[in-house]
């Protein structure tokens, strides 16, 4: 448990670094300003704005309650996975193999510094919001594409193959099995879970948009 914990505190403050550190080199700031003209006064954006960074502390609290949410959401569909297929495992050995995966997905804002630094220089903020790589959407493109489409052409990408893989890696381990016997249980666990979120985010966008 103490090694969980300790991971999921590194997991934080590296997501935390790194999100700063993205924000800070793609001008989010300045991006996001240039968007709010066509909205707000000048003075409501100074306001704005300042509001924000008066509550900026609050990030420090945001993501890593969002990373808490989401491994243990994730580390729940395992462990009830591993239970319906006869294995038998501890939650928090299902939440530090979450966790564990997780770091994966550190890789993204890093491919997102890259691409903005060296390949597309020119951008706003939709760009930088709609932008994921190696995804599906950066295939299609985002412009011509209907809003509720984004989302799960987002989520087609290879850092989640990678991360179903290391899931079903992680598994396999965990089962004295393999990583084809781990994937299965992905498979029929996590997998269907995604699909059912995804589509819900696409219900909700759809309805909403």
């Not at 510094?113 to 220089?121: A, V």
């Not at 029929?188 to 879970?193: F, G, H, I, Q, R």
Request: hydrophobic fraction near 50%; aromatic fraction near 20%.
């Amino acid at each position: 448990m103490k090694n969980n914990f300790l991971r999921y505190i590194l997991l934080c403050i590296s997501f935390t670094i790194i999100t700063e550190i993205t924000n800070k080199i793609i001008n989010l700031k300045d991006l996001l300003r240039l968007f709010l003209k066509d909205f707000l006064t000048i003075n409501q954006i100074n306001s704005y704005f300042e509001f924000q960074d008066k509550w900026h502390w609050v990030t420090y609290l945001y993501i890593p309650l969002i990373i808490l949410i989401k491994t243990s959401v994730i580390a729940t569909i395992l462990y009830i996975g591993l239970f319906l297929s006869g294995r038998e495992a501890k939650y928090n050995t299902a939440w530090n193999t979450s966790i564990k995966a997780e770091f994966i997905f550190l890789l993204v804002p890093i491919f997102k510094i890259i691409w903005f630094t060296f390949f597309q220089t020119k951008y706003d903020l939709n760009d930088v919001q709609n932008f994921y790589p190696f995804s599906a959407l950066n295939i299609t493109g985002y412009k011509n594409l209907e809003s509720w489409f984004i989302y799960p052409f987002q989520v087609l990408n290879l850092f989640e193959l990678f991360y179903i893989i290391y899931l079903g890696h992680e598994i396999g381990k965990l089962t004295h099995t393999n990583t084809d016997y781990g994937l299965k249980i992905v498979g029929l666990s996590y997998v269907p879970a995604l699909f059912l979120w995804v589509a819900t985010v696409m219900f909700f966008t759809l309805n909403y948009s």
